[in-house]
């Protein structure tokens, strides 16, 4: 083991969500969103995984070099950019056969040109804003520009998307506003030949008639639900463990860590752990956040440093390379993902996209074939 904490990926239970969301969807085309390092999996690593499972059609990712590095690791499905368009990277873009997110005409007109002066076709993704208000077009400006488009022989139509903002719960009056805003306009184009997409997560799981032709969830697919109920046939992947690097035992009220900020209130034992802030462990979660070790939970003591924290673990019997379960896939074994974002304040996406720089990660699961690698990028 060349670093003594790492993140543990289980892909049989990755696979078996996507197949238990490929289920759910029916025909309907199914993009697995991989922006964000795979959502803190392993970009390379779940895309591979995604494309031989032959249930995943799209890929979607939020920028050129996301895009890059999947090519570059020999991912052949479509991938499709949802950021919004840089002027300079076009000509990469078009390279790579990354499909673009158009949100205006002018954009439409930069890709245009670049396509002309290469003298190739780009496929397209228009963007429309049906309320979240980040990118995309409005609905009427959305219509003037699929007419324009379909005389517009090297700008290939592929898709027309837009994004909830709200659909995270269930029944939520907004995004019902949202599926009649983008079905309405779907209404005026009854023969053009796109791929209408809008669902993420909450779409899939809570409005059903949000699918149209392809459904984008990303979190459903790493086991998590948006509003954090369960379902018992979607479950996480990812774990983060640590090995106990020093154990020692200190009197009564006795300072722990910078700061001070816990005082032992008998004598105990003070085990660290070699992760810390610079791993991504939030430091909010400094006298906040809990670890399993041997199938018991103890508290974090005291503020968590950049390489290192301290755990209380009372009278228990704890050693030097036990190892110390950070965030367990499976709750009987752990805290939750769900869990430490709470007490850290966040959600579990951000928590996901937290955990970096010198974390290995570890593929498990029969259908890894690498046990071991790290493809942090
Ligand atoms: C991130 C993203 C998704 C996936 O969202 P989840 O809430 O993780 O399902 C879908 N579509 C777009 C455009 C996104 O940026």
Known sequence: MLHPAWIEIDLDRFQKNLKVIRKRIGPTLFCLPVKADAYGHGLAEISKTAEESCVVDYLGVSCLREGVILREAGISLPIVVFGALHEDQIPDLIRHRLEVTISSRFKAELVLKECLRLQTKCPVHVEVDTGMHRTGMRT??????????????????????????????????????????????????????????????????????????????????????????????????????????YFKVVGPNQGISYGHLYRTDRKTRIVTVPIGYGDGYHRSLSNRGIVSIRGKTHPIAGAICMDQLMVDVGNAEVFVGDVVTLVSADPQKGPSLEQIAHLANTIPYEMLCSFHGRLMRKYVGSISQKSEKSDMS
């Open 140 to 245: 009427e400006t959305a219509r003037d520009l699929l007419n324009w488009m379909s005389d517009q022989k090297h700008l290939e139509l592929v898709g027309v998307y837009s994004h909830f903002a709200t659909a995270d719960r269930r029944q939520n009056p907004f995004a019902f506003q949202q599926i009649e805003e983008f079905q309405r306009l779907k209404s005026y184009f009854p023969d053009l030949s796109a791929i209408w997409h809008l669902a993420n997560s909450g779409g899939v799981m809570f409005y059903p008639e949000s699918h149209f032709d392809m459904v984008r969830p990303g979190l459903l697919c790493y086991g998590y639900l948006p509003d954090g109920s369960q379902d018992p046939e979607i479950l996480p992947c990812f774990s983060l463990k640590a090995k106990v690097s």
